[in-house]
């Protein structure tokens, strides 16, 4: 509904005491109207006016002007925005702000109140964002800039602080521009109030410069970083020496219903920031806000699970991003205004659009979450322009195509494997790699027989064109532990036992590191990068060897490990040039599997695990390791760990990130941003962030410096070297 709340968040601030004595007589309306009933009713703005004065203005200044709050005026507030918006604002309150709910408002008291706010004129002189008491006004201005280098800039302005100015030109183009490079400052009047410009889609980020992100460190292209999916950063002014002068350059706050899973992108200068229903652009040097796209969610089915939001993927002048209501949405890059949106499952059924898509050619594909639902997996690919879904591919076959006979009757109805983390892709092979997750139920194996339970948990090669399968690989057949396999897949081009491959490099939740020829999905090597104790080892054709009683049933399984958690998970992960090792966060821990008969409602969970005092009563055996957490560092040559440094707590979400200048940073639950040598895993330098942390870390770079960005809590932050230190 909304394409920016957050650029004129409503920031109402009541006075106590006041609403005894506000009542009023109008029919009422339901509180996701957008239209409003009373507009143009005069009456109606008078008595907005009258509530106004009572509730807002202490805030807001006389006729929203602004104050402590920000102004509300006709110049104030962005063009295409809606009544229902506003409406929203002010029954709901704006999570993390001053903003507080009126719930004890009439619906028809709101609607006056929005009348009111929507009649007042935009000051006659639009004042300058500095100055006052506090937020009031950001007026959209023409403004002529002359740098100290003699270059002029002129253009509409997005945003202002005391430090730095955000400007737009006529083409489209952004300027981030820093104020003590500012020789002076101009408005300029004559061009009166200043009209959003005609934009063409045409340029940005184009398809080439994806292939050759390798080009652009000092860009962030994708969600892992680059189509290899190594979540590497060759930039190397941070090294080993002087990361321990390192300073937090900037926050951002993006409140909301839960903490921050994303990994930034940051394309020219600006980063794109996302969390369920919200996509923010940053100045990526300050942290200054650019715009907010915000969009309520439609739909809500009420046995919803894991409302997060992973990132986004640019492509043209184009951001795209999935909701949890399983739709995906198109913005223009520059402003953030909606281009289109598609729908793309019912989340009704349980399917809901968590992790960033991944552009391709022109094509943006995405997969779904669903997994604990039953909800049949599947990848798309959309046309990035229109919206048009080009093909779709699904994870577990339907009767009479490859794999059926892997399931028992009708399960395959029912049997989950969602494709819901993204993705990496080789531009030679034309070959999109998509791993999938558990089969439906989760834990109880009963409805889908002692069968492999194709293509549940395992890695897909698919042409990127036409969404055919190629070749794929089971990481773990007729799983009953939720040991999905979306964990990122890492495509590197090196030597491996004496000869030049093209590997695919993927630390599965089962506690396993892979090796795998990406060419035909040969398995070169498998290796345990913790204690496993629920397979002997590989056959010939690359089929793990399963050890009886392992595996889930209503008996009972023996203390097996990794736990239903896995031995890692989505995290990212990062393999670095440098040291040709594979770095990870994981977990080393175990537990019983124990079953019990699930019933299958659609849009509920269909998981069939027994209560936990079910499976009580059996640990680990004599020898067997205590839990324990921690980095580590892998050699893909012999699967053997380099290094181990211990973190407090483990996590299913907190990555790493691997340097040119031999760092590895790594997020943890407890809070910490860790730097360590990439050679040795000693400790270099860390910081509490105060946050519960559940994403990764990531690098660009801005005017020659480097940052390092990671979200803590609802916050994203970015570190960087003192400017001296540089």
Not at 123 to 146: K, S, Y
Not at 208 to 225: C, F, I
Not at 352 to 363: E, F, G, I, Q, R
Not at 618 to 624: A, F, I, K, S
Request: hydrophobic letters at 40%; proline letters at 6%.
């Amino acid at each position: 509904m909304s394409r920016d709340r957050g650029l004129f968040l409503i920031v109402f601030c009541a006075l106590s005491g006041i609403f005894s004595g506000v009542l009023m007589r109008a029919s009422a309306q339901q509180a996701d109207v957008t239209r409003n009933p009373l507009a143009g009713d005069a009456a109606a703005s008078v008595e907005g006016r009258r509530l106004y004065d009572q509730a807002c203005l202490a805030c807001h200044g006389p006729a929203g002007q602004g104050d402590r709050g920000p102004a509300l005026h006709r110049g104030a507030l962005p063009p295409g925005r809606e009544d229902g918006d506003l409406f929203h604002a002010i029954r709901a309150g704006v999570s993390g702000s001053q903003m507080p709910p009126f719930r004890s408002f009439s619906d028809a008291q709101i609607w006056q109140l929005v009348s009111y706010v929507r009649s007042l004129p935009a000051p006659a002189e639009a004042p300058n964002a500095g100055g006052g008491r506090g937020r009031g006004g950001l007026v959209p201005q023409t403004m002529v800039v002359t740098m100290r280098a003699g270059r002029e800039v002129r253009g509409i302005r997005r945003n202002e602080d005391t430090f730095s100015l955000q400007l737009m030109d006529a083409s489209g183009q952004l300027h981030l521009l820093d104020k003590q490079a500012i020789a002076s400052v101009r408005v300029d009047a004559a061009a009166g109030p200043p009209a959003e410009p005609f934009l063409a889609l045409s340029g940005g980020l184009t398809s080439d410069r994806l292939v050759k992100s390798d080009a652009e460190p000092h860009n962030w292209l994708t969600y892992w970083g680059s189509y290899q999916g190594t979540h590497y950063s060759s930039l190397d002014q941070i090294d080993t020496e002087n990361v321990s002068r390192l300073q937090m350059a900037w926050a951002f706050q993006m409140p909301g219903e839960s903490v921050l899973e994303a990994t930034p992108l940051v394309v020219d200068g600006v980063m794109y920031t996302t969390q369920p229903g919200t996509v923010a652009a940053l100045d990526a040097r300050t942290g200054r806000q650019i715009w907010r796209f915000t969009r309520q969610q439609k739909i809500r089915n009420p046995y919803e699970i894991n409302p997060f939001n992973r990132g986004a993927a640019v492509l043209g002048q184009r951001v795209f991003v999935g909701t949890l209501d399983a739709a995906l949405v198109a913005l223009d890059a520059r402003t953030g205004q909606l281009l289109w949106e598609t729908q793309v499952a019912d989340s009704m059924s349980g399917y809901s659009v968590t992790s960033a898509p991944l552009a391709v050619k022109d094509k943006v594909l995405i997969g779904v979450s669903g997994g604990e639902f039953g909800a049949r997996g599947f990848l798309d690919a959309y046309d990035a322009a229109t919206g048009r879904r080009v093909w779709r591919w699904y994870s577990v076959p339907e009767p009479g195509t490859f794999g059926s006979d892997t399931w028992l009757g009708d399960s395959w109805k029912r049997g989950g494997s969602p494709m819901w983390l993204t993705g990496s892709y080789d531009p030679a092979l034309n070959l999109v790699y998509w791993t999938v997750g558990n089969p439906g139920p989760q834990i109880d194996r009963s409805p889908r027989g002692d069968l492999d339970n194709l293509f549940s948990d395992s890695v897909i090669a698919i042409d990127a064109d036409t969404g055919e399968r190629k070749w794929h690989y089971q990481f773990t057949p007729n799983d009953g532990h939720d040991w999905d396999a979306c964990e990122d897949l890492v495509l590197v081009d090196r030597a491996w036992h004496g000869a030049m491959r093209k590997l695919l490099l993927h630390a599965d939740r089962n506690g396993v590191f892979y090796v795998i020829d990406r060419t035909n999905g040969e398995l070169l090597a498998g290796t345990p990068f913790v204690y496993v104790n629920w397979m002997t080892g590989f056959d010939a054709s690359g089929r793990p060897g399963i050890v009886p009683g392992s595996n889930s049933s209503t008996e009972g399984s023996f203390f097996v490990y990794p736990t239903v958690g896995g031995a890692t998970n989505f995290q990212a992960p990062s393999y670095s040039p440098l040291t040709g090792w594979f770095y990870l966060e994981y977990s080393e821990n175990g537990q019983r599997y124990v079953s019990t008969p699930a019933a299958f409602e659609e849009g509920r969970q269909y998981i069939g695990r027994a209560p936990a005092a079910d499976a009580a009563g059996v640990g680990p055996r004599p020898g067997e390791p205590t839990p324990s957490a921690g980095i580590k560092a892998l050699d893909p040559e012999t699967g053997r760990s380099m290094w181990d440094f211990k973190l407090f707590q483990g996590s299913l979400a907190n990555g790493v990130l691997a340097t040119g200048g031999n760092v590895v940073f790594g997020a943890s639950r407890d809070g910490n941003l860790v730097a360590l040598d990439a050679r040795t895993g000693s400790h270099l330098w860390h910081v509490q962030t105060g946050g519960n942390m559940a994403a990764s870390p990531m690098s660009y770079a801005i005017g020659g410096r480097q940052f390092v960005a990671v979200a803590a809590g609802n916050v994203v932050l970015a570190f960087a070297l003192p400017e001296a230190s540089r």
